[in-house]
């Protein structure tokens, strides 16, 4: 198992392999049915809305020994308790707090990823400080060394602002204001 000093993970000091067991654990530790209402676009979530939830986190898929990918993040995006961007609040009339947000995660941030999602869009990922489900097209798959290497750099820029404006280019649209 990783290094943990007080809230700061050291991914890198994880094992290559991690057993099954474990994972479901830490999945099971995020991934958990809440105790009192939820509301979805103004309706209460039922126990099939939950069933579909825990279908794709994918568990009786994963492998007795896991062998630890290690990703970057490229977008800004959250930490999900389930694989779905589904917003779901405590009260019926409530708006203010997306019940299955965990945490944000920024570009440049790295990661390990133990499992997939059955529908493949979604990885349950660790990083420096918290554990959750990431969007896939979110994270940049490396070796551990290239991620680890890149994030051990010297040489870098620190963005200061939540935006970058990029100099609009019509041919490609993927360079146009990165959050």
């Known amino acids: 198992e ?3 000093k007080g ?3 050291d991914i890198f000091n994880e094992p290559n392999e991690i057993a ?17 209402d939820r509301y979805k676009n103004g309706s209460k979530v039922n126990k099939e809305y939950y069933d579909k939830l825990i279908d794709n986190m994918n568990l ?5 020994k896991i062998s630890i990918e290690y990703g970057l993040v490229v977008k800004r995006g959250s930490i999900r308790t389930f ?6 609040i405590k009260g019926e009339k409530e708006y203010d707090l997306d019940r299955f ?9 790295p990661c390990i990823i133990y499992a997939f999602s ?4 979604w990885c349950f990922c660790k990083t420096y400080n918290y554990s959750g489900w990431i969007k896939k097209e979110n994270i940049a798959l490396g070796s551990k060394k290239e991620i680890e ?12 602002g939540k935006k970058i404006n990029l100099v609009y280019n019509p041919f490609i649209e993927a360079l146009r204001n990165l959050d």
């Open 83 to 88: 694989p779905t961007s589904d917003r779901v």
């Open 20 to 36: 099954k067991d474990y994972v479901v654990t830490m999945i099971n530790c995020v991934s958990k049915i809440p105790e009192g």
């Open 60 to 64: 009786k898929e994963i492998k007795d």
């Open 118 to 121: 059955k529908d493949g869009k």
């Open 101 to 109: 947000m965990e945490s944000a995660i920024y570009a440049a941030e």
């Open 7 to 9: 809230y700061i993970y």
């Open 149 to 160: 290497e890149y994030c051990k750099c010297k040489d870098f820029i620190v963005v200061t």
């Open 2 to 4: 990783g290094i943990k």
